[in-house]
């Protein structure tokens, strides 16, 4: 597939920078800039920014050729002068950088205040509430689209329900009032992942977190909330014909797919949910079982003193992650069903190889940032919409077409 390519709509020094290129996911994200085709990169001018200059010239000579042309730009996360710079110089900031709750809110302030446009994987709802309150407004002035949770969490849960959405519309005509992912995933950890979800267990915001609509605009929350309460009991579905236990990632994409709801205007009756499948029969029913007591125990067990330090002792650190292998070797699949008012059902799928936290989620946010940079013409309401925005509402079909172009699949409306 070709896909036209048309500037961003800020002419800058550089397309698209990546910040917290020395990190675990950031190193994946030059090396996926470093192998795009060589016509785009001929075009395309794009830079490697962190906080030490030393480590980010060797992710670059580590890249090869395709990395040659990159500059690099030394800015510490906390440093306000620095980051405005960069904001300044770029059409688009591609952010990897975290615990985005320490080190992200100084960048997505300069993106905000310079018209920049950006990205990120951050899985932080809190946090990006927070950024929501801060700055939405001055976000609109500027004309920046700030859009958090360009990775696995939550592109494949975002537009699968968006693509569900619009299937219903066009298959049958009618309101979707309901869409369910069950998902299935092989894949590591990231030290930095853990330090992220552990920076949140520690502090004060770590309440906000079973907040269902925490990432909603003002006034778009249903009253009686009770019907999307995250699921805590595993259940034998009928439409997946398989139990199902509550997935751990489901508090926050269930977050941003109710806010792209909202932004989209699904209708007022609409309802996400999302699990894991564990598979049928007995020894399934059994498996789910100790699977939702785990979950549970380990929800409290997280708060008792000193696990959070042992944790930090097993587990890996900031800036390591699964082997090669392993991340070559990792899979996701969302299996959707998505259901109308008067009961017309609709399936769908959203499928890649690939370990999710690194393989996937760097090509779902490069491709964001692509998105950004070279399609800005095509994406959804581009003149009028800015502000913090999700996949779905910022970057739409244009992300979907190119997630498909580079091998995603994303499927709706199988019957
Ligand atoms: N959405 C998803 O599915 C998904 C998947 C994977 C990861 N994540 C999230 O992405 C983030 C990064 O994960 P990771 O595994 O790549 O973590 P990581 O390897 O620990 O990388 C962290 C990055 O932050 C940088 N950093 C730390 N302190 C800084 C400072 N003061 N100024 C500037 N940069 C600073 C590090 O720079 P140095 O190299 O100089 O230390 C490094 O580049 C985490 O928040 C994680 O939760 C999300």
Redesign the pocket.
């Known amino acids: 597939m070709v896909i036209k390519t048309v500037k961003s709509n800020v002419a800058r020094k550089y397309d698209v920078v990546l910040y917290?290129?020395?990190?675990?996911?950031?190193r994946q994200t030059v090396a996926y800039f470093a192998k795009l085709p060589a016509a785009l990169q001929r075009q395309l001018r794009w830079a490697i920014a962190?906080?030490?200059a030393g480590?980010l010239q060797e992710v670059k000579t580590a890249c090869g050729a395709g990395a040659r042309n990159a500059d690099v730009i030394v800015?510490?996360?906390?440093d306000v002068a620095a980051l405005n710079e960069l904001a300044k110089n770029t059409a688009v900031v591609l952010s990897?950088?975290?615990?985005?709750a320490i080190?992200g809110s100084e960048l997505v302030a300069a993106c905000v205040r310079n018209g920049t446009h950006y990205v990120d994987?951050?899985?932080?709802t809190p946090w990006v509430r927070e950024m929501i309150e801060q700055y939405q407004d001055q976000a609109v002035k500027t004309g920046a689209r700030i859009i958090p949770?360009c990775?696995?969490?939550s592109v494949p849960s975002d537009l699968g329900a968006w693509l569900m959405t619009q299937a219903m519309q066009a298959q049958h005509g009618e309101e979707c009032v309901s869409v369910k992912s069950a998902v299935s995933m092989r894949g590591g950890v990231?030290?930095?992942?853990l330090?992220?979800?552990l920076n949140m267990l520690a502090s004060d915001a770590v309440k906000d977190f079973a907040q269902p609509f925490l990432l909603n605009p003002k006034g778009t929350q249903p009253k009686d909330k009770s019907a999307h309460e995250d699921p805590v009991l595993p259940v034998n579905d009928p439409d997946f014909r398989a139990w199902l236990v509550p997935f751990v990632m489901g508090p926050i994409n269930t977050r941003v797919v109710r806010r792209s709801a909202a932004l989209l205007g699904y209708g007022k009756n609409f309802h996400y949910q999302e699990y894991m499948r564990i598979g049928k029969g007995p020894i399934a029913a059994a498996a789910a079982a100790s699977f939702s007591l785990g979950m549970a125990s380990s929800k409290l067990m997280v708060k008792l003193p000193g696990v959070k330090q042992v944790t930090e002792k097993l587990m890996p650190g900031?800036?390591?992650?699964p082997s090669e292998s392993a991340m070559n070797n990792g899979s996701y699949r969302c299996e959707l069903v998505a259901k109308s008012a008067s009961g017309k059902m609709l399936r769908g799928k959203i499928a890649d190889s690939g370990d999710?936290?690194?393989r996937a989620?760097t090509k779902m946010v490069c491709e964001s940032a692509l998105c950004l940079a070279l399609q800005f013409d095509e994406l959804p309401d581009a003149a009028g919409s800015a502000g913090f925005l999700t996949p779905a509402s910022g970057l739409g079909d244009v992300l979907v077409e190119r997630l498909r172009a580079a091998g995603m699949t994303l499927e709706a409306g199988i019957k």
């Not at 900031?318 to 992650?321: A, D, M, R, S, V």
């Open positions: 917290g290129a020395t990190g675990f996911v950031g962190g906080r030490s480590k800015a510490d996360a906390l990897t950088a975290g615990p985005f080190f994987i951050t899985g932080e949770f990775g696995f969490d990231n030290g930095g992942t330090a992220s979800g900031p800036g390591q992650g999710p936290g690194n989620t």
